[in-house]
């Protein structure tokens, strides 16, 4: 079954705007990657500064391709400083999964 990484991010609220423009930026980069399978960026609604960046791969040997190959190339460049104040990184191996049903 599939991995899940989620990237937690810590971002003030002045910089949120500037995150989602730069992760809207580098759309398609990640899409065309080997292995995977999914991306979501979650905005918080309340209570919290963590913005969760969620990644699901065919593979944890997928994954690190990209986090080696990719994902530096994405990060890279234009001498911005990060959005986020902090991040830590989850993983998960998808254990049930579920889809609708068709009608």
Do not use: C
Not at 27 to 45: K, Q, Y
Not at 82 to 94: G, I, K, Y
């Amino acid at each position: 079954m599939s991995v899940v990484k989620i990237n937690v991010l810590t971002v003030p609220a002045e910089q949120r705007e500037e995150l989602e423009k730069r992760f809207g930026a580098r759309a398609g980069v990640v899409e065309s990657s080997e292995g995977f399978e999914w991306f979501e960026l979650l905005r918080p609604v309340e209570g919290t500064d963590n913005y969760l960046v969620y990644t699901r791969w065919r593979s944890e040997e997928d994954f690190q391709a990209w986090m080696s190959g990719s994902m530096q190339a994405a990060h890279r460049g234009g001498g911005q400083r990060p959005a986020s104040t902090d991040s830590s990184l989850w993983s998960f191996e998808v254990a049930q999964q579920a889809a609708p049903k068709a009608v």
